[in-house]
């Protein structure tokens, strides 16, 4: 057996980010992967650590048994300390242990989606014993991984892949998560329509509807007369959702009409991911 057809996409967008990582971490020097990236309180050598770390556990390696130190102040709550771990146990590797292991891992990897034989539907262990379903985790990873190589792309300097599998799965799993953007942090208005318009690489037009009971939904078809409009260009929406800019960076970026305080509302609890 094969890799279930609905599970392909997910296969293929992780291919694509992790060779495109394998590729910008490769001929870098010792000292680059200290570099920042946006993604906040990690180098270019954490990012590249989570990722492994991320794949590690997709093959169902046991996590690392680790103390965190006490003075990580990006590290605030349950699921920044899991994710945290397999960081810090990396902290002090070298460049070339870092590119082995990776290389290491990503033929670990590519074995196990060769072999993968199990359903969409079955289950699998998530973070903090969490259980999701193999596509949940699949589609999962194919975004996070995608998200990263932008980390990396930044920090590196060579910006591109706006557009690649991993920025489509990326776009829909940012429109899932809306809805409790607008409706339940942002208190946006009950019976109510918020437009989101996107352009650029990947383009897109999203109305969030709130019904009577304050529930938010995704549409495709335009709303007449919304309560607001964002429109902004594909970049900035991701580096906002995922909470690697702050509003008022990208203020010159996003164009916001309606009601003042509930587009600042909905800037303001933009960020989705952990």
């Not at 570099?35 to 046991?62: K, Q, Y």
């Not at 771990?85 to 290389?103: G, I, K, N, W």
């Not at 074995?111 to 998530?126: A, M």
């Not at 980390?151 to 809306?178: E, Q, T």
């Amino acid at each position: 057996m094969s890799l279930h057809p609905t599970l392909q996409p997910y296969a293929d967008a992780w291919t694509h980010s992790i060779d495109a990582i394998s590729e910008l971490v490769t001929p870098l020097v010792e000292g680059e992967w200290n570099r920042r990236t946006p993604c906040p309180g990690w180098s270019v050598r954490d990012v590249v650590s989570h990722v492994i770390g991320l794949d590690c556990e997709m093959l169902g390696d046991p996590r690392p048994i680790h103390t965190l130190p006490r003075d990580l102040f990006h590290v605030t709550n349950d699921s920044q300390r899991y994710m945290e771990m397999q960081v810090d146990v990396r902290r002090h590797h070298t460049a070339p242990e870092m590119t082995s292991e990776l290389e290491y891992t990503v033929i670990r990897r590519n074995r196990q989606l060769r072999n993968e034989s199990r359903e969409p539907g079955t289950k699998v262990r998530g973070p903090l014993g969490t259980e999701h379903t193999l596509e949940e985790a699949m589609r999962g990873h194919a975004f996070d991984v995608w998200v990263h190589e932008q980390d990396l792309r930044a920090a590196v300097g060579r910006p591109g892949d706006l557009d690649s599998p991993g920025a489509h799965i990326a776009r829909d799993v940012l429109l899932d998560r809306l809805p409790e953007v607008i409706a339940t942090k942002a208190d946006a208005p009950r019976s109510s329509a918020i437009v989101i318009d996107v352009h650029g690489p990947v383009e897109f037009l999203r109305t969030i509807r709130v019904d009577i009971q304050g529930r938010g939904t995704v549409e495709t078809a335009p709303a007449l007369g919304p309560a607001a409009t964002l429109t902004l260009d594909w970049e900035t929406f991701v580096r906002l959702a995922c909470g690697r800019v702050t509003p008022d960076a990208v203020a010159d970026r996003v164009k916001a009409e309606g009601d003042p305080g509930l587009t600042k509302a909905i800037l303001r609890n933009f960020t989705v991911t952990p």
